[in-house]
């Protein structure tokens, strides 16, 4: 009996122009009138993924920065795993010897130390996923997004990583031209000694660092587990590396038709893709199941 539903957001719940399709907030919907429990897993933070389900009159609760923190339908925090002040300062070092631009998240916020950089960063992402949208649109695009999101500037980081009030969950790298630098930062640091990091990525273009208990899959068994549940009564949904914990941990496990193809190896089934509602005719695939248990 499938009693709870985790799915991904990016390139999963939500189309290439990252909107929740109608279909989605239907199945959804219906999934909770039967019963079965929905909750969000993504690499976004709190403050960027309550808002895009909160407009469709959604309830959920959250896996939130990778798995980092999990918060209840009442918006509680229920698990938290930070990086530590090791580990910070190593990835910091590794990122910077690559010319790297990145963005720390923190118990504080989204920060950032360069402003034309993140919308660059933004508007190539949004034309590597829409190939018709001029670069120049993207920009647009981007500039009024980040009008939309809580991003805070600061000059350098050492604002924030100096300052004991503030608690880092998590630190995304982007590079949109190529891969290399990106890998190379991913190999030196889980070729360190007792590696203290998990490393995935949302995308080709970015890797998301976190600490190595911080992985969707962890963070779904927790969850489970403090609603008296086990893998064999949960559906997961993804599409690319950082859904891979999750993915191999729930009995029904969904990759999407977009997938990267290690998810759909390892996935119980794959449904259609995020543009054409791939969310919605899992759901309703679960809760048939469901009623034939």
Known sequence: MIKLIASDMDGTLLNHDMIVPEENIKAIKHAQEEGIEFMIATGRNITEARPLLAKYDLETAFITLNGAQVYDEDNNVRVEFPLTPEWIKKVVQELKAEDL????????????DNKVKRINNLASLISNLNP????????????????LMNIKYVDSYEQILSDPNIVVFKIIAFDTETTEHLNAVKNRLLSLPNPGVAITASSTYNIEINDIHA??????????????????????????????????????????????????KIATWQTDTNNNAGVAKAIERAIEFNQKS
């Open 132 to 147: 018709d949208t001029p670069f120049k649109l993207a920009i647009a695009l981007s500039s009024a997004r980040m009008e």
């Open 215 to 264: 992985q969707k899959g962890i963070a779904l068994k927790k969850y489970a587990e403090q609603r008296g549940l086990t893998a064999e009564n949960v559906m997961s949904l993804g599409d690319n590396v950082n859904d891979t914990t999750m993915i191999e941990y729930a009995k029904y496990s969904v990759a999407m038709g977009n997938a990267i193809d290690d998810i759909k």
């Open 101 to 112: 631009y990145f963005e720390i998240i923190t118990s504080d916020g989204i920060f950032s």
